[in-house]
């Protein structure tokens, strides 16, 4: 018995311990959504102004909130805990999987022209994946459609994503197919 109490306290050591570098769920979709709006200005603004650079400054925030949800994160520190409070918006909870999957992508797109960038001199390279990004924020920001949350869908549909990763999206999914 004295085995699997230590054993049950180092879990929850372990658990403790993790728990900053972990995402949240759900997350507010309110919070995100305006996120994205910075993004997509960042983003905009280094297509505009020639600043290729920028794109290591997104790569960070992408990493780090993929990492720690917003704990990391400048730009998502300040939305969660100045912007949003202040404007007072209701919260409006979302399954925090897709929202992760998502991340991930903008984590990826950006590493991806920090490299180019950095390693290899591509500036048109960069400003094509800032352009991607741009794009792919703007539809969040503007009109609540989150593309690396349809991919993460589509793969839970065909089996690539576990259900165990999301039950709350499987539910979802699940009674959206017997609707249609």
Known sequence: MI????????????????KFFSFP???????????AGGIATVALSALVLRQPWVVALLAYGFVA????????????????????????????????????????????????????????????????????????AVLESALGLCVGCKVFALGMRLGLVPAELCLECENIWSRASLNS
């Open 25 to 35: 769920n759900p997350v507010n979709d309110v919070a995100t959504r305006i996120t």
């Open 65 to 136: 909130r993929v990492l720690a949800g917003p704990r990391l994160s400048p730009l998502a520190l300040i939305v969660t805990r100045v912007i949003v409070p202040r404007l007072g918006l209701p919260v409006r909870p979302v399954a925090g999987p897709p929202k992760r999957f998502a991340q991930s992508i903008g984590a990826v797109v950006t590493l991806a022209g920090s490299v180019c960038y950095f390693g290899f001199g591509l500036a048109p390279a960069t400003y094509g994946l800032l352009g991607l990004l741009a794009v792919f």
């Open 3 to 18: 085995g699997s109490t230590q054993a049950m306290s180092k879990i929850e050591t372990m658990s403790d311990s993790t």
